[in-house]
């Protein structure tokens, strides 16, 4: 999944050490989502876009584009 | 150029680069067990045989186990000092995660070294005592067993919940999957080769370690690559 993760700490100039601190993950963890390895799970999804401060959706892409959210 | 790219530090990408160094400190310092493992068993046959004087042959033997063991530790102590240099300092989760594997990595080789070396396990050779099942004394059966059997799921449950991240549980889980298939799927497969003849009789130890193994590396390759 596409994620605005790095331009978001990029912006807040942190390393990826201190994110992962933050979010109380792993460095490795912090580099496989930004590198769309890996999918965080919902509760650190929130985590992400509270300390952010933005909606989970802005953040994250599931890159479905061929209808509406609200599957009509 | 835009700001957020202007913006993004040195060190982006720098755990991607820290996991295969991590990695390789690992596999690395697994080989120099195995590779303490294999000069033990070396001299264990040696021993079982009458400990004559050691030969060309076997001094060729040892200098290459010496060789390869002094090249892993090279380049732990390389990799080890590039992660330092960079100053890339690690998450209070990956320090208890490091400072775990490194013990129970050194406790797990002192261990080794030891039974082996002092013959405790039994008196046949040590690849012997692994896989077929050689007889051990009761009183170390019985302290094999607890800590296989009670201290290390105990400990296993603590990593489980306290030490380790989703990623890494993920990881974890991704590489049982592939060792539970490679089980179901090998196991039988061994089996009905050898009540056809065409395999040797399938040994539950080697089956244990190769479960193992695919758990490990799938592990490492998911959580580092």
Known sequence: MKNQLKILRAMRDWSQAELGEQLDVSRQAVNAIETGKYDPSLPLAFKIARLFGRPIEEIFDDEFNGGSHDGQ | MNLTEAAMTDNDGMGQSHGRRIMWIILA?????????????FLSERRAQGDGPLGTGGILVMLVFVALIASLAFSIWVNGRKIKSSGEPLTKKERLNRNILIGSISIGAAFGIFFVATGTLSTSSSTAVVFEGATLQPALALFLAFVWGVAMPAFSWFWHKRVIDEQEASASRDGGYYAAYAFLVGTPTWWVLWRGGLAPEPNGVAIFML?????SAVWLWKKYC
């Open chain 2, 29 to 41: 310092s697994l080989g120099i067990v195995m590779l303490a493992g294999a000069i033990m068993g």
């Open chain 2, 211 to 215: 479960f193992s193994l695919i758990w």
